[in-house]
């Protein structure tokens, strides 16, 4: 069974920053993107950040210029270091991976809160 697990969130304040970090447990061979989405109760999942396996990134508009995605094949980690982070940028955070057969799979989330 696949499991994705994401660590580092937590409460900071306006203006600072955080880094999320996300594993899974399927080998780097079979991945096609890892990716961060982050909810809002009452809204739909948004996607935050996505790198493919070759290095590709793309941002979500809420993320340009602030939030950078990284990954390490070794470890087949995946990171989100976010930068002067706002009060709306607080949501659960979700990890995600999509493999080379179509499969995807997900963490169980993170909470960031952006708080003075």
């Known amino acids: 069974q696949v499991q994705v697990a994401e660590s580092g969130g937590g409460l900071v304040q306006p203006g600072g920053s955080l880094l999320l970090s996300c594993v899974a447990n399927?080998?780097?061979?079979?991945?096609?993107?890892m990716a961060w989405y982050r909810q809002v109760p009452g809204k739909q999942r948004e996607l935050v950040a996505q790198?493919?396996?070759?290095?590709?990134?793309t941002y979500g508009d809420s993320a340009k210029g602030r939030f950078t995605i990284s990954k390490n094949n070794v470890k087949n980690m995946v990171y989100l270091h976010m930068n002067n982070l706002k009060p709306d940028d607080t949501a659960v955070y979700y990890c995600?991976?999509?493999?080379?057969?179509?499969?995807?799979?997900w963490g169980q989330g993170t909470q960031v809160t952006v708080s003075s």
């Open positions: 995600n991976y999509f493999d080379i057969m179509s499969m995807t799979y």
């Open positions: 399927i080998s780097f061979s079979t991945v096609n993107t």
């Open positions: 790198i493919t396996r070759y290095g590709v990134q």
